[in-house]
């Protein structure tokens, strides 16, 4: 995600006010509930959570800006990544795509342009069915042989890929207590309407058991994020791929970083207008709520859901590797070039190189039946793999 650069448009606090009444009637009837399930509610309710909404959320008119909707200069230079997994699982007809979280097709219309020589088949994974409708009009507006369909989930023999998706799963907190593991649940205050922190025993063992797989000891006071959805999510991405490449781009860390004494009030974030907040309880249903992805959680998961490790690279790196810096060469020469035009991209791959911004962001990439000892381009440098 990028916040830079983006002119905040006015945005109401208020939060939508049917989702408040669900949040509270199950506080009131169960008591407290799991920060996990208030992000659940809040984000994927399939009548008001923020991510049903058929407002476009990323974007320059929505909330934040993802490297696809900085500049479809994103999209092209993931299309020899996509060429070489194709031809490693033999070029089956058609190159078939999944791709979650597409969106409004930011990242598969560049994505498909790129690769037009070859057919493709597109599946869009979205939690939201009107972005299938408008992912499928964008393509076919200027591809009109491409397949573009509702993802069903069958096993498929290509390439997934999730960019900024994982950040945005539920997330349970925690905080240390000298030697005791608490988590932060969500309560009423006492006027029975305001939400609130309300710290609580953990909710399941799960939460202290991932730490401890990790090595992990928080500080005394110390916050943080466990993402236990995770782990599904993984297992589902990877029983959706008979052969292939499962590639995830997203901001994160491994866990002895993410876990480490730089990050005590954990990573918790709100998104509304292009403004960053910590505060998840206003403006529920119209804000984003994001914490950093468990680099070492998702290696684990993928790996014990007997994907292949690839390799986990930056952002930066990868796209280096997948020659960013000839394509945006290249868009001073493009039919119809401005100056303007090239300023703009040029101003995008910055940010999507940049390592304090998008370029610092893990890459990891996860295979089922590839050829033995491939290398893919644009996995050459690994990093964080001593913390996995």
């Known amino acids: 995600m990028d916040l830079r650069r983006v002119r905040p448009p006015d945005r109401d606090d208020a939060s939508d006010p049917e989702l408040m009444t669900r949040i509270r009637d199950e506080i009131r009837r169960d008591g407290p509930i799991t920060f996990a399930r208030f992000m659940e509610i809040a984000l994927y309710d399939p009548a008001r959570g923020y991510y049903r909404s058929r407002v476009a959320r990323p974007g320059r008119a929505g909330d934040y800006l993802t490297a696809p909707e900085a500049h479809p200069i994103f999209g092209r230079a993931i299309a020899p990544f996509a060429r070489a997994v194709h031809d490693a699982i033999g070029s089956p007809e058609p190159l078939t795509i999944r791709e979650f979280g597409a969106g409004e097709g930011a990242l598969a219309e560049p ?24 992912v499928r009009a964008r393509l076919l ?8 369909v509702a993802d069903d989930g069958r096993a498929i023999d290509g390439l997934a890929i999730a960019n900024e998706v994982l950040d945005a799963l539920p997330t349970h907190r925690v905080v240390q207590r000298r030697d005791r593991l608490r988590e932060i649940l969500v309560g009423l205050a006492a006027d029975g309407e305001e939400l609130i922190d309300a710290e609580g025993d953990p909710s399941t063992p799960a939460l202290a058991d991932r730490l401890q797989d990790e090595a992990v000891a928080l500080r005394d006071g110390q916050l943080a994020e466990v993402c236990l ?37 954990g990573t918790l974030a709100t998104y509304q207008g292009h403004r960053v907040g ?13 914490a950093h992805v468990d680099v070492t959680a998702v290696e684990r998961a993928a790996t014990g859901a007997g994907l292949d ?13 997948l020659g960013l810096g000839n394509l945006l060469v290249a868009e001073q020469t493009a039919p119809g070039a401005t100056l303007q035009g090239y300023l703009e991209a040029r101003s995008a791959v910055v940010r999507m190189i940049d390592p304090a911004a998008m370029g610092g962001f893990p890459v990891m990439a996860f295979g089922r039946g590839l050829p033995p000892g491939i290398t893919l381009d644009g996995l050459l440098e690994r990093v964080g793999a001593a913390d996995s």
Do not use: C, K, N
């Open 111 to 134: 994505l498909v342009t790129a690769l037009a020589s070859r057919r493709i088949r597109y599946l869009v994974a979205e939690v939201e069915p009107a972005r299938v409708e408008s």
């Open 141 to 148: 507006a200027t591809h009109s042989d491409i397949e573009v």
């Open 229 to 265: 959805a995770v782990d599904a999510w993984v297992a589902t991405a990877a029983a959706g791929l008979a052969s292939g490449v499962l590639l995830i781009v997203d901001y994160g860390h491994a866990a002895s970083e993410l876990y480490g004494e730089r990050r005590q009030a």
């Open 278 to 290: 910590d505060d998840p309880y206003r403006a529920v249903g119209h804000q984003d709520i994001t």
């Open 309 to 321: 490790h690839l390799g986990t690279t930056t952002q930066s790196a990868f796209l280096d590797a």
